[in-house]
């Protein structure tokens, strides 16, 4: 299935998600890294040593939701844009995510957009947060947003209602 339509099955999903409760803790990353390829940045980017890739650069990414503070250094720095941030210690009702996207123009915080599942197919609305483009993020920015919990295991981009309306 994947190897196929590229898009990760929900079983292949889950095994990147901490357990629940670190996600209710506060923020921490997901890593969808699901095929052997030589890259690490995600491990020397991040400053807690909570990715590990190991000796052959080729290993799959390991991440440590125990060692990981949800700190977002990681996000722009994968170049497959395969990581992203959820945080379920806001709200009872919904989650916060902050996703890479490369896209322009950026939404703006406050903005309502359209929230996509892995297979870029609308599935809920989600509010945009917060716009994050600093030069150190070398042109990936990172936007953080609101989403319906029921969500969580869903929700992968969005695209602006603009767009959703041609
Ligand atoms: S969010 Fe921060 S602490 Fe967590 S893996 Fe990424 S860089 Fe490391
Ligand atoms: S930087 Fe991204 S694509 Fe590269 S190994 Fe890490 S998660 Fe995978």
Redesign the pocket.
Known sequence: MFEKTGVATREMVMTKFPPIERINNGPVAV?E?YQK?P?????TACPFGAIT?GEDINNI?CRDENLCTGCGQCVA????L??MIVDGSKSDETVQFRIPYEFLPLPEAGETVVGLDRAGQPICKAKVLRVMNPPAFDRTPVVTLEVERKYLYDFRNFRREAEANG
């Not at 890259?39 to 491990?43: A, E, G, I, Q, R």
């Not at 720095?77 to 497959?80: E, L, M, V, Y």
Request: charged share 5%; with cysteine.
């Open positions: 890593v890294c390829i890259c690490n940045p995600c491990s890739v990414p720095k994968c170049p497959g395969a990581i």
